[in-house]
């Protein structure tokens, strides 16, 4: 019994990490690193008793050893504001010292280890219970599943299959009238793509080219655009494919809520794609790794071969987070063991997935007959980093490569900060190339001319914080691309301040006869604790 401390220092970790993200894993999740830890410490305790015969000192170090080891990525998170790049440096030495020199301390000891053993038995134990008593709690709180969590509720056809079915006709709408003759419509999302004055402003980068593209194409450009909500994808889509802003749409959700199903609910049971359907339109869907599909609305859901080939389980998710509180990583990149610890396949898929969208979209303009609602959702130029500028992959490096995260939870440094700025302004070059080339496509292949909206759901992170308004740059997070191409262009008494919200209510309005009103543009800013509780802050943001 005097071990027990053992099973409990090796376990607690572990159950701590997952009763911080119950909303997003579950303990099936952790039940491989359980195991492993606790093989491990088991193992660590026999063998040690070669060396340190006395079984009090022996589990002593044993736990010792376990503690450290978990704790070194909190350590060096907590070291790199005022350290830097060496953070992680003067974590692994701190870390050996205390090691050595707490275990050589023990070994000699000569009274109290029973005590100490007793002591830490009880205190690890409570320690154990407390976290499972969280993980329960927030569990039952919480039932929506991992943010980036792949939706496979229904075996897909190849993307061959489905736009052949998209070839076989135009069905009525409901109620009786034909959308024949109404444009098609893309609803293209660059996931954090920056408005141009802000990547002159922050980032330092022309992108005059894809301006200058869009305004030959015909297209208008809403220079002044902020999002409604941004801080995260699931506030803004949320939002604009509702057409309505997200206090609205959640008037009676507890504000301190963490509980994400009334998101995915209205993502995956939008609005938009429900009026258009009612026209008379069909929905084409295309795969995107980290939103929440439909089958009940769809006509074509398009993913890429191999769909079923990767599928990054949100076990996978926790074992990166899990590593990254270890000195794994650390010393992998020290040694030069792995230049990249990332999910298996997840990097080639989520390039694969992107590529796939760009060459798909003119093929399903050429394929399908008029009209269809095309939702295609480009998860870059937002982190991870996995496209250079030339398309090639993205040589890995210190932030942003593997992992979908952003802002103060990957840019900690100036130094971080500066590789976030380089990375992204690469990265954005090559979306914004395949993107010039799928508009170009859809534009030339389309049998009518489509209206489509280019848009992104939020601007990028490298001087924002998703956890506080205070030192954030807001105007980085908000202004946004929002750019409209229209049959004929119909642009008359567009503003150029126009938001997410409206845009849906402006389309619909102008080729579906909706006669929906504008709302005000407004902008609100919420915490990623607190998804419900919405703060105004348009009036924060020099536009």
Known sequence: MHALHILFVSTYPILFLISHNATEACLGDAAFPLALSLAFSIFAYLKLGFVIKDAYARSLVVSLFMALFFSFGHAAGAFEPLLGAFAEHFAAAAWTIVFFIAAAGIVRAKDGLDVACGFLNIISGIAVVLAAVNIVIVSSNAAAPADYAPDTTAKLPSYEVALERLACGVPAAASGETALKRPSIYYIILDGYARNDVMNEVYHHDDSKFLRFLNEKGFFVAEKSLANHATLTRHSLVSSLNMQYLQKIFAGTDPGSRD????????????????????????????????????????????????????????????????????????????????????????????????????????????????????????????????????????????????????????????????????????????????????????????????????????????????????????????????????????????????????????????????????????????????????????????
Do not use: W
């Not at 952003?406 to 190339?433: C, G, L, M, N, W």
């Not at 209206?451 to 807001?474: C, R, W, Y």
């Open 260 to 543: 994400l199903a009334g998101f995915i609910d209205r993502f995956k049971d939008n609005e938009a794609v429900k009026y258009a359907k009612s026209k008379g339109y069909r929905y084409v869907a295309f795969y995107t790794f980290g939103t929440y599909r439909n089958p009940a609305l769809e006509d074509a859901y398009l993913a890429p071969p191999g769909y079923y080939e990767y599928q990054p389980p949100s076990s996978e998710e926790f074992s990166r987070l899990l590593l990254n509180t270890t000195p794994i990583p650390y010393l992998a990149g020290f040694f030069g063991i792995v230049s990249e610890l990332s999910y298996p396949g997840q990097i080639d898929y989520l390039r694969k997935s992107t590529n796939f969208i760009f060459d798909t979209l003119p093929k399903v303009a050429r394929t399908a007959k008029n009209p269809i609602f095309v939702y295609a959702h480009i998860g870059q130029p937002h982190p991870p980093f996995i496209f250079d500028s030339d398309g090639s992959a993205m040589p890995a490096g210190r932030i942003g490569d593997v992992i979908i995260n952003d802002a103060e939870a990957i840019v900690t440094t100036p130094e971080k900060r500066a590789e976030y700025r380089d990375r992204y302004t690469r990265q954005a070059s090559f979306i914004a190339k395949r993107a010039m080339e799928a508009i170009d496509g859809i534009l030339k292949n389309s049998p009518e001319p489509p209206v489509i909206i280019l848009q992104s759901d939020h601007g990028p992170a490298s001087e924002f914080k998703m956890s506080t308004l205070e030192g954030s740059n807001l105007k980085e997070r908000f202004a946004i691309l929002n750019a409209f191409y229209f049959p004929g262009g119909k642009y008359s008494g567009i503003s150029h301040e126009i938001s997410p919200v409206n845009n849906f209510r402006m389309v619909f309005d102008r080729f579906l006869d909706a006669k929906m009103e504008l709302l005000t543009n407004e902008c609100y800013f919420s915490t990623i604790d607190m998804p419900y509780k919405f703060t105004r802050i348009d009036g924060l943001i020099k536009n």
